[in-house]
């Protein structure tokens, strides 16, 4: 997931707000985390979550996901967060965060599902 940090993100020294940070990480590992279950997710913990360096305003931010650990019902997905700054050489980026977000497929009445063996 690519994104662009704007001003309405950052504080008044101009930094990226860590909860911005932190709520696209979860968006993105969410979506990963649906796809491999085939179905709904919610968040059930943070396990992780680094701060490295300072996002600031324009930086292209990326979130790359890969599933670390599928257990019965639950799976623990880790964020990679990129940030790419207006001005520097093409195809450089910076390493911004890291997270540990494990997610926990539900059915329709919100009770943990077995994540299937394959990918759906
Ligand atoms: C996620 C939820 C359905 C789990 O319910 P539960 O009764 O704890 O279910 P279980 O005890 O059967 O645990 C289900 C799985 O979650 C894992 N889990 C539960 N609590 C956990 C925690 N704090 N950290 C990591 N994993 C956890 C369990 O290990 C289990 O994994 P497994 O099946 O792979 O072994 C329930 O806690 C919930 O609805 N939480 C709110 C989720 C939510 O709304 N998130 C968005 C917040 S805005």
Known sequence: MRTMAMPKD???L?????GWLMSHAD???AIHAYR???GKVVTVAVDDFTFIQPVYIGDVVTFFCEVDRVGRTSMVVAV???AERPGSPAGTS???ASARITY???DDERRP???PAEPA
């Open 80 to 82: 990679d967060i990129r």
């Open 104 to 106: 926990v497929h539900v």
């Open 27 to 29: 968006i993105a590992g």
């Open 113 to 115: 599902r077995e994540i």
């Open 36 to 38: 491999r279950s085939g």
């Open 10 to 12: 950052a504080n008044w």
């Open 14 to 18: 101009g930094d990226i707000f860590g």
């Open 94 to 96: 910076i390493h911004v």
